[in-house]
């Protein structure tokens, strides 16, 4: 899985998403609530969030009386999302996709809404990326709106090498450089200073234009930007099924 996180997503480590994942969403709550307005603008009832990690993006959007179902990438963290819902009873659906394949849903439930946050700068071929948009829009209803997002790496601040201890005898370290139109992150999971797992994942800088050119080869037209100038400056966009 060269390119994709994948520890993260897993036992023993999935407990500790939200600290693996604090750097790039800390400003989150901003975003949920654009969100969450966006989806109440155009009438949705029936919602999908793709890479859903923990479920606060459905317990948000719940809360605001609209149904959102989950894709995970892993068992584990499904594992994890269901019970976290569970506990604030909330009811919602959850898939099991793996982060580097092609979106894969097996359902017959059609959304008014569907989400993805981070996806867009994952390291996918653009055969990947087009058939991923093509479930997408199959998943929505016609005139069904997607919302994603995408870091602007001309803005990025590379952050500096990180340690965060995540429990006794567990240490996270994280460090990340730019290669050309790479952001390449590496992560350490270390265990009683003696056991290391290592991996490392890339996140791809695109442009407004492979954006707008990929929506429209797979039916969508984009009807809604907003540029966030938050911790990582982003563009946050709506596109509507065609």
């Not at 719940?62 to 269901?82: C, E, H, Y």
């Not at 976290?84 to 809404?113: C, E, F, W």
């Not at 240490?171 to 590496?186: N, Q």
């Amino acid at each position: 899985m060269q390119g994709f996180v994948d520890l993260a997503y897993r036992d023993p480590y999935v407990r500790h998403y939200k600290a693996f994942d604090a750097g790039f969403y800390v400003d989150f709550a901003q975003q949920l609530r654009l969100m969450g307005r966006w989806l109440q603008e155009r009438g949705c009832r029936a919602t999908l969030d793709i890479g859903a990690m923990t479920g606060g993006c459905i317990e948000y959007i719940s809360g605001l009386g609209m149904r959102m179902d989950g894709v995970q990438f892993t068992p584990d963290i499904r594992k994890l999302a269901a019970a976290n819902l569970k506990r604030h009873g909330i009811a919602s659906t959850l898939h099991v996709s793996p982060v580097d394949r092609p979106l894969q849903v097996r359902s017959r439930r059609r959304y008014d809404g569907v989400v993805s946050l981070g996806w867009f700068n994952l390291p996918h071929s653009e055969s990947s990326l087009r058939r991923t948009l093509g479930r997408i829009r199959r998943l929505l209803n016609p005139g069904g709106v997607f919302l994603f997002d995408f870091f602007r790496f001309r803005e990025l601040v590379v952050a500096s090498t990180e340690s965060v201890d995540l429990e006794p005898g567990l240490t996270l370290v994280s460090h990340a450089e730019r290669r050309g139109d790479v952001l390449r992150r590496y992560h350490f999971w270390i265990r009683d200073s003696r056991s290391i797992e290592a991996e490392t994942s890339d996140l791809v800088d695109r442009s407004a234009a492979d954006a707008r050119r990929l929506l429209s080869a797979e039916g969508f037209r984009v009807v809604r930007r907003r540029h966030l100038d938050l911790n990582y400056p982003r563009e946050f966009w709506m596109a509507q099924r065609r």
